[in-house]
């Protein structure tokens, strides 16, 4: 919150992975959002992390049309997602270099397959940190998110 005050942002969580969420269970969790913030919301950001991120992909693919934009964190789409998505998404991905999860020779070959599909805005970058960045480096990482989201996306209402 402190962090982000101009910008609402949805971070899905379906048990660990988000992975057998539902574009149902994505509706709901901004009906709540929307409902304890006590106003409606205006595109918010998309945000999932790590295992949560092929099923974030797939939803924002869908229905980006709700959301200003879509970062990726410590995570990457699948083959086939990275072959499928549009061409107008605003996609940043944030991986660490040192992650052992998604390791980032994995995530750059994927990336090459996502880049030409979104040539307009899309983004990846990297922390020189493992999976847990956002926990070791917040600073570095909110300073690139910030930054694509300055350049990407509308503010949210104050």
Partial sequence: KKAFPNHVIIV????????????????????????????????????PISAAGP????????????????VCIASCPSDKQARSLRGKLKVLMLNGAKDRRFPIDKVRERWGLLKPRLPAAARFQTID???????????????????FMGKHGARQAD
């Fill in 12 to 47: 899905p969580s379906w048990g660990m992975s988000w992975g057998k969420g539902s574009p149902q269970y994505l509706n709901d969790v901004l009906k709540d959002a929307s409902r304890r913030l006590g106003v409606p919301l205006t595109k918010p950001w998309l945000f």
């Fill in 55 to 70: 099923a974030g992909f797939r939803f924002y693919n869908a229905s980006s049309k709700l959301f200003s934009g879509y």
């Fill in 129 to 147: 940190a493992d999976h847990f960045f956002l926990l070791t480096h917040h600073a570095a990482a909110f300073k690139k998110i910030k930054a």
